[in-house]
């Protein structure tokens, strides 16, 4: 079965790249399933959203965080930009929660984006918010 | 004699302490030269991957239209971001940066636009207010090890400031200047203009893979709106990290040749404090047989 080439990048490192069988990510408009086959696109990342991507050897799914940046898919390359990108493993979760706290009690301040951001950590690491 | 001596000691004692210092220093930048390396290798997936998207992008939407990319000629105030760093001992790694600047504002100047200087770095900030003038922004504290925050900071700046009009104090061109790391021992002062961006065109060769026909999520006009940005900062990311990895090569060279003289200084005050101390001797030794002959001379029967 073809697998897809995937390259999870932030302007400091690469996150996570190889070979995986699908990666599911949100858009602005709403969640997107990318298979092998799929048509070259170019989208927006929901800002502070969950990037999930099955690896190809059958290992566990890899969660990881993202905030503003976007997607691109073009011949099974799948590249994911963000600016701010965290895997689910690498979370902190206690300073996800706080930051969380703090992004709640500051509500109305901004566009609420902060508040995506912590929980879209806290739910890359696995825990509920 | 004696007090010769006591001095060149002195000497010696104090150029050796510099020495030290010079050395570590040295030590410090080689070990961080690695690490900046390794910074702008790991900033290189992304800043291909945005490249070729924008590429994409623009190749299949010609003549698609972003405030970003069009030229503002009726602003005559033009942005010029000189790239510094916050510590000296660094050689003429500031004093190349900011005259190639100066000869670009007087460039520019000459051209009719009237440059304003946004200053990174504590050692540009301090050259230009030490001469009073005007900056239209600054940021220091993060030239040694910048980060993409910091970078996300400048680039939101420059891009405002580029939206509003000369009125409302904003720019028409943004211009930068930064060190590219060339190897451990070349960096080159680059300049750049950076916005309004240049489309170029180019033909694809034949065999080559023309960038595939993209569809957009949701438009085309609303991942450029998100994409430009992203690039800009992306690019001034870049030329910090190829800074800040310039700056510790040319702390490294400059504390090198510091602590080379250093040394040979250390050598030269030895050898004189060695003859100092063998005149001390031979004209002591010379004072006590003289003594003797004297005595035997007078003295005798």
Do not use: C
Not at chain 2, 117 to 128: R, S
């Amino acid at each position: 079965m073809a697998t897809l080439k995937v390259g999870l990048v932030s302007p400091e490192r690469e996150v996570w790249s190889g070979e995986a069988k699908m990666v599911v990510a949100q858009t602005i408009e709403g969640q997107l399933g990318i298979m092998p086959g799929h048509a070259p696109v170019l989208g927006v990342l929901l800002d502070g959203s969950v990037v999930k991507i099955e690896p190809a050897d059958g290992g566990e799914w890899v969660t990881a965080m993202v905030g503003s940046g976007f997607f691109s898919i073009a011949g099974d390359e799948v590249s994911v930009l963000a600016e701010q990108a965290e895997l689910g493993t690498e979370v902190d979760v206690a300073d996800a929660r706080r930051s969380l706290d703090e992004a709640l009690s500051s509500a109305g301040a901004d566009d609420g984006t902060a508040e995506r951001r912590a929980r879209a950590r806290l739910r890359a690491a696995g825990s509920e918010a | 004699m004696p007090a010769q001596i006591r001095q060149l000691r002195q000497q010696i004692r104090s150029v050796k302490s510099t020495a030290k210092i010079t050395r570590a220093q040295e030590m410090i930048a080689t070990s961080r030269i690695v690490k900046a390396q390794a910074a702008v290798a790991a900033s290189k997936p992304y800043a291909d991957q945005i490249v070729s998207a924008l590429t994409a992008l623009v190749s299949h939407n010609v003549g698609i239209d972003h405030p970003l990319l069009n030229e503002q000629p009726e602003d005559a105030r033009t942005a010029v971001l000189i790239i510094t760093s916050d510590r000296g001992f660094a050689g003429g790694y500031n004093a190349n940066v900011i005259r190639e600047a100066e000869s670009l504002i007087a460039k520019l100047r000459a051209e009719g636009k009237r440059p304003v200087p946004y200053v990174v770095g504590n050692k540009g900030v301090t050259w230009y207010r030490f001469r009073d003038r005007e900056m239209g922004a600054q940021w220091t504290g993060f030239s040694d090890r910048p980060t993409f925050p910091d970078a996300e900071a400048v680039g939101r700046r420059l891009a405002a400031d580029f939206l509003k009009t000369d009125a409302e104090g904003g720019v028409g061109e943004i211009h930068v200047v930064y060190t590219e790391f060339v190897s451990m021992l070349t960096q080159a002062t680059q300049v750049r203009r950076l916005i309004p961006l240049e489309i170029e065109e180019t033909t694809v060769a034949d065999g080559a893979a023309a960038p595939p026909a993209y569809e957009f999520e949701p438009t085309a006009g609303d991942v450029l709106d998100l994409l430009l940005p992203n690039y800009i900062e992306s690019r001034i990311f870049h030329m910090m990290l190829q800074s800040a990895a310039s700056e510790h090569a040319a702390r490294r060279r400059a504390m090198k040749s510091a602590t080379d003289n250093a040394n040979e200084l250390i050598g030269v005050y030895t050898r004189q404090m060695n003859q100092a101390r063998q005149a001390a001797i031979t004209q002591e030794i010379s004072e006590i047989v003289g003594g003797a002959d004297a005595l035997a001379d007078s003295g005798g029967e």
